[in-house]
């Protein structure tokens, strides 16, 4: 389960509004909860690297992501996921996404943006243990204030 606030929920919307006909890509930060869930407390945005193909393909920079990563810890946030966008596509994740998900027990969340407009959201966890047998599975999104 993914527990997000609307705001948070609204802002990866948002960004993939924004950068339509591109995909968006960015990161969840936040909490991982006793129960399983992951909280997510902020998000940050990512510049897509795939220049080539930006439509359809996302990649966040090594780079990026490191630092994101120590100014969350500074904050007490930890990774918890990540999100992008799927311009004119369903909000379904692709062999591609799952290729290229790497970070087992977190998010990857999804929005379809339609003629430039945000529609549905989901979210998927990445379950396995090793890249053979990962899956991307269908989680509940609670989003509260
Ligand atoms: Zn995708």
Redesign the pocket.
């Known amino acids: 389960m993914l527990k997000i606030k609307t705001e948070d929920h609204g802002e990866i919307r948002r960004h993939g509004e924004e950068t339509y006909p591109h995909?968006c890509c960015g990161v969840l930060l936040g909490r991982f909860d006793d129960d399983g869930a992951r909280v997510v407390t902020s998000t940050a945005r990512c510049g897509n690297t795939r220049t080539d193909s930006a439509h359809?393909r996302?990649n966040i920079d090594p780079k990026e992501l490191v630092r994101i990563q120590r100014e969350g810890r500074e904050r007490g946030e930890d990774i918890i996921g990540f999100y992008?966008s799927?311009p004119d596509h369903p909000a379904q994740?692709?062999k591609?996404?799952l290729g290229e998900a790497h970070w087992f027990g977190c998010s990857y969340v999804?929005t379809s943006v339609e003629q430039g407009k945000a529609a549905v959201t989901n979210s998927f966890e990445l379950t396995g243990s090793d890249e053979n047998d990962k899956r991307l599975v269908d989680e509940k999104v609670v989003v509260a204030s």
Do not use: G, Q
Request: glycine share 0%; net charge negative.
């Open positions: 995909e359809n996302y992008h799927h994740w692709s591609t996404d999804i």
